[in-house]
T-cell receptor
Framework: AQSVTQLGSHVSVSEGALVLLRCNYS??????LFWYVQYPNQGLQLLLK??????LVKGINGFEAEFKKSETSFHLTKPSAHMSDAAEYFC?????????????FGKGITLSVRP | ETGVTQTPRHLVMGMTNKKSLKCEQH?????MYWYKQSAKKPLELMFV???????ENNSVPSRFSPECPNSSHLFLHLHTLQPEDSALYLC????????????FGPGTRLTVT
């Protein structure tokens, strides 16, 4: 079975600082991995995904993530935080093994950006 | 309309009321999902539909009754809810056979009084 671990519940950075949000996964098959962002009172928006190929994937809003199989990690980074990046971020792994295509989500992490 | 839409965006209902949430996807997908998101709790998958057939029910109480008349529309019928059912209800869709990414609607914020 798949699982996702996002350690901590809150990260605070200064505007312009590096953003690093950690995600570790467990999967019995080669994983498909995703990062989603959720702004207050909105749905989840897909930031980026890894399926196959290049292990460094770029997403929207200047975010990128690197798939590291040896570390079972898929950390999300952004070189310079902006106030508009304040939101909740979810890492997810796809489970395609059964009849249903499902996502297993981490518990999410809240990013705050200080002026 | 583009993407996944949900109506209403906000709903306040008493415990004896009956109401319905509506979701529509404009992405040509063939799988649809209902999730419940409560404060301080992980996202909970409630129901899955593939090609308008229910393929998963995660032990959801019968006071929640889903309906999927076609691959583009999904409803969640609500009756005799409890205050602990207050939450953000999210609808999502995906393409069966794809990589599994789901596209979400904006959610319905439900308050049960």
């Amino acid at each position: 079975a798949q699982s996702v671990t996002q350690l901590g519940s809150h990260v605070s950075v200064s505007e312009g600082a590096l953003v690093l949000l950690r995600c570790n996964y467990s999967s019995s098959v080669p994983p498909y991995l995703f990062w989603y962002v959720q702004y207050p009172n909105q749905g989840l928006q897909l930031l980026l995904k890894y399926t196959t190929g290049a292990t460094l994937v770029k997403g929207i809003n200047g975010f990128e993530a690197e798939f590291k199989k040896s570390e079972t990690s898929f950390h999300l980074t952004k070189p310079s935080a902006h106030m508009s990046d304040a939101a909740e971020y979810f890492c997810a792994v796809s489970d395609l093994s059964g009849a249903n295509s499902k996502l297993t989500f981490g518990k999410g992490i809240t990013l705050s950006v200080r002026p | 309309e583009t993407g996944v839409t949900q109506t209403p965006r906000h709903l306040v209902m008493g415990m004896t009321n009956k109401k319905s949430l509506k979701c529509e996807q404009h992405l040509g997908h063939n799988a649809m999902y209902w999730y419940k998101q409560s404060a301080k709790k992980p996202l909970e998958l409630m129901f899955v539909y593939n090609f308008k057939e229910q393929t998963e029910n995660n032990s959801v109480p019968s006071r929640f009754s889903p309906e999927c008349p076609n691959s583009s529309h999904l409803f969640l019928h609500l009756h005799t809810l409890q205050p602990e059912d207050s939450a953000l209800y999210l609808c999502a869709s995906s393409q069966v056979g794809g990589a599994g990414e789901q596209y979400f609607g904006p959610g319905t914020r439900l308050t049960v009084t």
